[in-house]
T-cell receptor, first 112, second 112 residues
């Protein structure tokens, strides 16, 4: 079955620790995206990638980093510089930019 | 930038019809998406409008007026499982980014 997977479902971070969220898709999509969702807020774009080895900052990139070494994978690292990381993180992909985005199941990050 | 306005909450009765409105402002316009998001889950794609008019898909229909910066999602024959948040997301073609900007969502509660 084609789809987008994210792992883990829940992730706990200690103060000062970097954590990496996984996102994998087997839909052969060129574009991939990371969003953050806070209670009562809309989805906010962190980073996006339109093609392998290229990515662009979204609206709230500070404290995050990404890589796109393979078409199928777009991991997100939440660094210690991100002071308020507790949120629901959603990965999405689309055939190309501007096309319909399909979402993975999400990772809920909590700070201990 | 983009301004997206949709009601925060709505309540409707099982079997009824409900209309969820969305107004938006974009610097460039490349269509508007509607997503459904159940509590604690990822958004799922419902509809996409790029031309003015009504698109019907089963119990769900979506309308767009580009000149008015207005869209609505119409849900017919409401079922309990339709209780969810509905996200309006215009695609902005400004600066060639084709980014989606998500509204905060309308939380729909369907009651017996």
């Amino acid at each position: 079955d084609g789809g987008i997977t994210q792992s883990p479902k829940y992730l706990f971070r200690k103060e000062g620790q970097n954590v990496t969220l996984s996102c994998e898709q087997n839909l052969n999509h060129d574009a991939m995206y990371w969003y953050r969702q806070d209670p009562g807020q809309g989805l906010r774009l962190i980073y996006y990638s339109q093609i392998v080895n290229d990515f662009q900052k979204g609206d709230i990139a500070e404290g995050y980093s990404v890589s796109r070494e393979k078409k199928e994978s777009f991991p997100l690292t939440v660094t210690s510089a991100q002071k308020n990381p507790t949120a629901f993180y959603l990965c999405a992909s689309s055939t190309h930019r501007g096309e319909t985005q399909y979402f993975g199941p999400g990772t809920r990050l909590l700070v201990l | 930038g983009q301004n997206i306005d949709q009601p925060t909450e709505m309540t409707a009765t099982e079997g009824a019809i409900v209309q969820i409105n969305c107004t938006y402002q974009t610097s460039g316009f490349n269509g508007l998406f509607w997503y459904q998001q159940h509590a604690g889950e990822a958004p799922t794609f419902l509809s996409y409008n790029v031309l003015d008019g009504l698109e019907e898909k089963g119990r769900f229909s979506s309308f767009l007026s580009r000149s008015k910066g207005y869209s609505y999602l119409l849900l017919k024959e409401l079922q309990m499982k339709d209780s969810a948040s509905y996200l309006c997301a215009p695609a902005d073609s400004g600066a060639g980014s084709y980014q989606l900007t998500f509204g905060k969502g309308t939380k729909l509660s369907v009651i017996p």
